[in-house]
Nanobody, 125 residues
Framework: AQVAESGGVSVQSGGSLTLSCAGS????????LGWFRQGKGGEREGVGT???????AYADSVKGRAAISKDVAKDTLNMQIHSLKPEDTGLYYC????????????????????WGQGTQVTVSS
């Protein structure tokens, strides 16, 4: 499936963003859909996941600041993050996996599929 992330921004600390992930039939690509980001260090880290039953899990780094949701009408996966920090800077990706996600599933990033090209988020202090 062709997947495209969008919504990347360049903002100051304290700002907010909404990222979207779209693709034909995207919401049905996997039981769990996730958001990841890759910073300058190059390591891809999980940000959060959304299961088909609506349950979510978030990395400690964004817990309380992020919310993942789906728009069924638009067939998109969305993520809002507020109170942005410079350490939120990175290239954000969405991906899918056919298992139930809990707080540890994003460590299995290599098992996720349907990655897009990413959308850049830059937060300045």
């Amino acid at each position: 499936a062709q997947v495209a992330e969008s919504g990347g921004v360049s903002v100051q600390s304290g700002g907010s963003l909404t990222l979207s992930c779209a693709g034909s039939g995207y919401l049905n690509l996997g039981y769990c859909l996730g958001w990841f980001r890759q910073g300058k260090g190059g390591e891809r880290e999980g940000v959060g996941t959304l299961n088909r039953d609506g349950t979510t899990a978030y990395a400690d780094s964004v817990k309380g600041r992020a919310a993942i949701s789906k728009d069924v009408a638009k067939d998109t996966l969305n993520m809002q993050i507020h109170s942005l920090k410079p350490e939120d800077t990175g290239l954000y990706y969405c991906a899918a996996i056919d298992v139930y996600c809990d707080s540890g599933t994003w460590r299995r990033a290599s098992q996720f599929r349907a990655w897009g090209q990413g959308t850049q988020v830059t937060v300045s202090s």
